[in-house]
């Protein structure tokens, strides 16, 4: 019989399954990383891990979606803390060192981006699609902040 996980374990688990695919994606890409080798690093099996995501790609998404929110949420407390050019100028270096940190971010024009691509959901996509938005739409506010002359 297979055995149920606490929400506790659960929220640990996905977490961990999270963080495991974020590692894997920068160091080896997309094509590279298997929901076995994924599975082996979170400590659950391969069936499990359908439990937490319908699939790589939905593992992907949500890793994708929630790197580059806490990357916004983080460069928008600076500028809000320090409303001048340093904030922008702090803001802006951190999003440079979370990018480099986490190259996936940097290489959406690549083969190994195109291949996710084409296999997420419409859903996905669409969700995908969104982050970037918030993203861009990040970096225009430094640049309404500036013309203001702040």
Not at 78 to 99: C, N, P, S, T
């Amino acid at each position: 019989m297979a055995r149920s996980f606490t929400d506790r374990e659960k929220e640990i688990i996905k977490r961990g399954l999270q963080n495991a695919c974020k590692q894997s994606w920068t160091q080896h890409g997309y094509k590279k990383t298997s929901v076995d080798g994924l599975c082996r690093q979170a400590g659950i099996s391969k069936g499990a891990f359908y439990l937490f995501f319908e699939s790589k790609e939905a593992l992907f998404c949500d890793v994708l979606c929630f790197v580059q929110q806490e990357i916004c949420d983080a460069a928008l407390e600076m500028m809000e803390r320090q409303k001048e050019k340093r904030g922008v100028a702090e803001a802006l270096k951190f999003i440079y060192r979370e990018y480099d940190k986490n190259n996936f971010l940097c290489h959406s024009d690549s083969v190994d981006f195109t291949v996710l691509k084409n296999r997420l959901s419409e859903e996905q996509a669409r969700k995908i699609e969104e982050s970037n938005l918030r993203g861009r739409k990040l970096f225009f506010w430094p640049a309404a902040f500036a013309v203001q002359g702040r």
